[in-house]
Structure formats: C-alpha cells, structure tokens
C-alpha cells in the first residue's frame, strides 16, 4: 500500500537523507544540484537518477558544463512503501545511491554492499 505524504515533507526527508552524508564528501561534491520531481517520465519506476559526469571522469579540461543533477523520484519511492519508516529509509538509500554515481562508484558495487 503506497505512503501519502505532502511535497514538503517528502522534501524534508531528501534534505535529512543529504545532513547524513560526511561532510568530507559534500564539500568534495562540485557542479552538481539535488531535484525532486514526481517521477521520471521515460522510466516511470526509478527511484532516482544521475545525470552528468562522474568526478572520477573530469580530467583538466573539465568546465563550461551545466550542473550534473541527482533527481530523486517522489512517487516511486511513496508507491513502493507501505509505512513512513519505510519512506525515511529508501530515501536514504536512494539519496546515498545516487551520490556515489557523483563519485563514480557503479550499481554492481552499490547493489553488492546495500545500497540499492
């Protein structure tokens, strides 16, 4: 059974999932925005989406380029879970997830150690 929660409070919880994250990594996170949006039009059950270039693939010539983006999917995510505790984790999970692509870590290595 799907979780119904307001835009702001699922917001909220994208905004607890990124106060997780070690401040070492965040202040290492450049040229790169956090969105929510409902769902992903051309892949309707994702919970989340790197789009950009992996740090680990910027080389000197990097610049000009607009902001990566990490958009985490507010319908997937509420549609998936069957309580708010449940929402709180797969947030995490998610956000977590889709930070590590920003580092160029890959799904293999994420599925493998529990995240995603």
Not at 6 to 19: H, M, P, R
Not at 100 to 112: N, Q, V, Y
């Amino acid at each position: 059974m799907a979780v119904i929660m307001s835009d702001d409070e699922f917001d909220g919880l994208v905004s607890d999932a990124l106060d997780t994250v070690p401040s070492e990594l965040t202040s290492a996170m450049t040229n790169v925005v956090i969105l929510v949006e409902p769902f992903n039009e051309e892949e309707p059950t994702i919970l989340g989406l790197y789009t950009g270039v992996a740090l680990t693939e910027r080389y000197h010539d990097y610049g000009g380029f607009l902001p990566d983006t990490i958009t985490i999917y507010r319908e997937p995510i509420l549609s998936m879970c069957d309580d708010r505790d449940e929402v709180v984790r797969e947030v995490a999970v998610t956000v977590i997830h889709e930070i590590a692509h920003h580092f160029g870590i890959d799904d293999r290595w994420l599925h493998a150690n529990g995240w995603g």
